[in-house]
């Protein structure tokens, strides 16, 4: 054998040897559910992504835009809307998969999770309930719960909560769930973000900021087109 022919030999094997070693490629998948099960399921490549319904389930519109960012963060749904007509439900998930939990090591504690959750109500006798999982099967649309909570009115609220997951190895999944329902016409948007990290408290004030600015925001597109 040549020199030349033992540098592409050499060449193919590390490539080869490189394939096998790479880890699975984390990826979001969006679905939702208006009371016949998980359906309408769509895919993307890991980083920002976008899902958008015409009328579904009596919602006039639906759509999500979100971001998948490497660690510390693992999962920011950004825009969440969700407009009626009358009364409607809906469950949304959001799930991203094949994370590696070795990353989490390099965490306060390990295996901690902190979870952000916001809202912003404009008529509709809006509730609006969102929930974090994890699944350390790295599965679709559950798992174990990390924390959840409940909004309803007209004022943007937001919670934050911090988990931590005893014995995570391997590849896992997490998942972001919407459930809402509205009792007349009217648009709301709720927010999730998760993370591995445990932020100071002024980025706490921050996020918290952030969801009212959202809020505040999205009352006044809302007045501006009635207005027009």
Request: net charge negative.
């Amino acid at each position: 054998m040549n020199k030349f022919s033992k540098i592409v030999a050499a060449t193919a094997a590390a490539l080869a040897i490189g394939a096998v070693a790479a880890p699975a490629q984390s990826a979001i998948y969006v679905a939702y559910d208006i009371g016949g099960g998980i359906t309408g399921e769509l895919s993307f490549a890991d980083g920002p992504f976008a899902y958008a319904l015409g009328p579904t389930g009596g919602w006039d519109s639906i759509s999500i835009e979100g971001q998948a960012e490497t660690m510390p963060q693992l999962l920011h749904s950004e825009v969440v809307n969700l407009n009626s007509g009358g009364a409607a439900s809906i469950d949304l998930y959001i799930t991203r998969t094949g994370l590696n939990a070795d990353d989490l090591k390099d965490y306060l504690a390990g295996n901690r999770f902190l979870t952000g959750f916001g809202y912003a109500a404009l008529g509709g006798g809006f509730a609006s309930s969102g929930y974090t999982y994890v699944d350390d099967a790295d599965g679709k649309y559950g798992g174990v719960l990390l924390a959840s909570d409940s909004f309803s009115g007209t004022l943007s609220q937001a919670t934050n909560f911090s988990t931590d997951i005893a014995g995570l190895s391997g590849t896992y999944s997490v998942t972001h769930k919407y459930s809402v329902t509205a009792t007349g016409k009217g648009s709301v948007s709720p927010d999730i973000v998760l993370s591995a990290a445990v932020p100071e408290p002024g980025t706490w004030a921050l996020m918290i900021m952030g969801f009212g600015g959202a809020g505040a925001m999205l009352r006044s597109r809302r007045k501006a087109l009635v207005a027009a």
